[in-house]
């Protein structure tokens, strides 16, 4: 099973509007939260994250929500902007573990 | 960008064949990972090291074994390959104590 499951496959939004992209985990003892970009061909890369000790993180246009008793996450991009399209992967780590588990990705589409 | 190398790039075998896979890090970093991309199954933790010949397993391991001898490389082996182990494999690596995951640009693995 999945420890770390995003259930949207795909998410298309206007250029300018918000994008909200979920997370859900089923491991109480996940406590280090990351969300990762990738484009085609290239590896991801590392994006926002959070501490369980936190239930926002702001950087620019990206903002990660933490819901610890629902075990949710969720990433706000505002505005979206058609540089954005890309698939998005949430990770989720028990701290000081090291080991990261992934979601499957959700393929973010901003349209001009 | 983080230093990570990996080699080759691009490789079709024929199932049965050994397979080998190569990260190379610049970084001194002491955490080493391999992952595999399928679609619909995000990214899955194969085997991560952390530390010279300190290996573990992660969720899909079952075919594939690691070795690391030095700091900066750690070796992915197909023993046998087996068309179910087409993918793109990406390495990645991490300094620890909860920082983010650096990755590289992929290996495009096909089993004929």
């Known amino acids: 099973d999945q420890q770390v499951k995003q259930n949207s496959p795909s998410l298309s939004v206007q250029e300018g509007r918000i994008s909200i992209l979920n997370c859900d985990y089923t491991?109480?003892?996940?406590?280090?939260f990351l969300w990762y970009k990738k484009y085609p061909a290239e590896g991801p890369t590392f994006l926002i994250s959070?501490?369980?000790?936190?239930d926002k993180n702001e950087d620019g246009r990206f903002t990660v929500f933490l819901n610890k008793s629902a075990k949710h996450l969720s990433l706000h991009i505002v505005p979206s902007q058609p540089g954005d399209s890309a698939v998005y992967f949430c990770?989720?780590?028990?701290?000081?573990?090291?080991?990261?588990?992934f979601g499957s990705g959700t393929k973010l589409n901003v349209k001009p | 960008d983080a230093g990570i190398t990996q080699s080759p790039r691009h490789k079709v075998t024929e199932t049965g064949t050994p397979v080998t896979l190569r990260c190379h890090q610049t970084?001194?970093?002491?955490?080493m990972y391999w992952y595999r991309q399928d679609p619909g199954h995000g990214l899955r933790l194969i085997h991560y090291?952390?530390?010279?010949?300190?290996?573990d397993k992660g969720e899909v391991s079952d075919g594939y074994s690691v070795s690391r001898s030095k700091t900066e490389d750690f070796l992915l082996t197909l023993e046998s390959a087996t068309s179910s182990q087409t993918s793109v494999y990406f390495c990645?690596?991490?300094?620890?104590?909860?920082?983010?995951?650096?990755f590289g640009s992929g290996t495009q693995l096909s089993v004929l």
């Open positions: 959070i501490s369980s000790i936190k």
């Open positions: 990645a690596i991490s300094s620890g104590g909860a920082e983010k995951l650096f």
């Open positions: 970084e001194n970093h002491r955490y």
């Open positions: 491991n109480s003892m996940f406590d280090y």
């Open positions: 090291s952390y530390g010279v010949k300190d290996t």
């Open positions: 990770a989720a780590s028990p701290y000081n573990f090291n080991k990261f588990y």
